[in-house]
T-cell receptor, first 109, second 115 residues
């Protein structure tokens, strides 16, 4: 079935460094979504990408959808301690939304 | 807007008892609600999808008779874990989608511990 592979599993960065997480699928995706889950919290919707090659920005966060609509990335510029959490990509699949395993980001001040 | 509440936020119960978890959309009508389960440091696994007034659709491997879902109104869905066992201990999260069906709004989750 539809699987969304996400890497890396963990990322430790110094505050101020950049961070990127990648999401890959073996099949073409109709859309991809990104969520953030703070430690002990629940997932919060960040964005949805629909168009091939789409790039969207939210302050220090840049989201990209690949030309083939099989991969996506989330890039955070100059990380801050408030960026700590797990970032999940999710895409429609056999279930309404299939989540990647997430990338756990820790930021060292 | 788009607030989803969940109650209780945490519960401890004895093995063999049943626990009911409520999920409410506070400021919108949720045509569809989803129930997820999340083990520590793992991703979300969809358990079932429920639409108001109809039977829930369960994912493969999820026991319908054990995890009873009721979606009685456009703002309320309940998950009842029947005859709970320690292996049912987990973080249960509901989500709801409204008019922008692709966007899911998650509740704060319920941490269930079965002793």
């Amino acid at each position: 079935g539809q699987q969304v592979m996400q890497i890396p599993q963990y990322q430790h960065v110094q505050e101020g460094e950049d961070f990127t997480t990648y999401c890959n699928s073996s099949t073409t995706l109709s859309n991809i979504q990104w969520y953030k889950q703070r430690p002990g919290g629940h997932p919060v919707f960040l964005i949805q990408l629909v168009k091939s090659g789409e790039v969207k920005k939210q302050k220090r966060l840049t989201f990209q959808f690949g030309e083939a609509k099989k991969n996506s990335s989330l890039h955070i510029t100059a990380t801050q301690t408030t960026d700590v959490g797990t970032y999940f990509c999710a895409a429609p699949g056999p279930t309404p939304l299939v989540f990647g395993k997430g990338t756990r980001l820790s930021v060292i001040a | 807007g788009a607030v989803v509440s969940q109650h209780p936020s945490w519960v401890i119960c004895k093995s063999g008892t049943s626990v009911k978890i409520e999920c409410r959309s506070l400021d919108f009508q949720a045509t569809t609600m989803f129930w997820y389960r999340q083990f520590p440091k793992q991703s979300l696994m969809l358990m079932a999808t429920s639409n108001e007034g109809s039977k829930a659709t369960y994912e493969q491997g999820v026991e319908k008779d054990k995890f009873l879902i009721n979606h009685a109104s456009l703002t309320l869905s309940t998950l009842t874990v029947t005859s709970a066992h320690p292996e049912d201990s987990s973080f249960y999260i509901c989500s709801a989608s409204g008019q922008r069906f692709y966007e899911q709004y998650f509740g704060p989750g319920t941490r269930l511990t079965v002793t």
